[in-house]
T-cell receptor
């Protein structure tokens, strides 16, 4: 069964450093999302992406964040200058088309900013 | 505003019993709801969904009920098993596709 994959599974970085989180969505999916989950809290929407552009972004997704689909398979989230409060699990999700609303999530990347 | 919340943060059941997890939502315009299961250290796993033009949907051992009058959603798990132990989130699909998640209910199944 196809699934969303994410790399790395864990990332430790120093405050102020740039990180790139990578995702490979399900191959025939067209809509891509990033969410984050701070430890012990609910999953929060960050950004949605369709047709090579951002569809919607949350207040969390400020100028330090960017997303990219550099090729036909990868979908990346970049944090330019990490802050302590960026420490969280970051989940990528994808879905097929407008008629299919179910989003399928990857296993997540645990980011720890020191 | 937009919010999806859960009534019970923790639920402990005996193996073999039925479990009921509840959720309240506030956006009456939402047309699609999803239940996800999240095991420790893993991503949310789709369980079952329901559209707003339905009031009940059944899957394998799971049933979702939707009451639009009181904006309430529930997940029923029949014959709960130890493998069902996890945190369960309801999520509301907003216009544009983003999901708004509730706080989560931790289900603990005692053998």
């Amino acid at each position: 069964e196809p699934e969303v994959t994410q790399t790395p599974s864990h990332q430790v970085t120093q405050m102020g450093q740039e990180v790139i989180l990578r995702c490979v969505p399900i191959s025939n999916h067209l809509y891509f999302y990033w969410y984050r989950q701070i430890l012990g809290q609910k999953v929060e929407f960050l950004v949605s992406f369709y047709n090579n552009e951002i569809s919607e972004k949350s207040e969390i997704f400020d100028d330090q964040f960017s997303v990219e689909r550099p090729d036909g398979s990868n979908f990346t989230l970049k944090i330019r200058s990490t802050k302590l409060e960026d420490s969280a699990m970051y989940f990528c999700a994808s879905r097929n088309n407008v008629g299919e609303k179910t989003q399928y999530f990857g296993p997540g990347t645990r980011l720890l900013v020191l | 505003g937009e919010s999806v919340g859960l009534h019970l943060p923790t639920l402990s059941v005996q193996e073999g019993d039925n479990s009921i997890i509840n959720c309240a939502y506030s956006n009456s315009a939402s047309d699609y709801f999803i239940w996800y299961k999240q095991e420790s250290g893993k991503g949310p796993q789709f369980i079952i969904d329901i559209r707003s033009n339905m009031d009940k949907r059944q899957g394998q051992r799971v049933t979702v009920l939707l009451n639009k009058t009181v904006k309430h959603l529930s997940l029923q798990i029949a014959a709960t098993q130890p493998g069902d132990s996890a945190v369960y989130f309801c999520a509301e699909n907003m216009r544009g596709g983003k999901l708004i998640f509730g706080q989560g209910t931790e289900l603990s199944v005692k053998p």
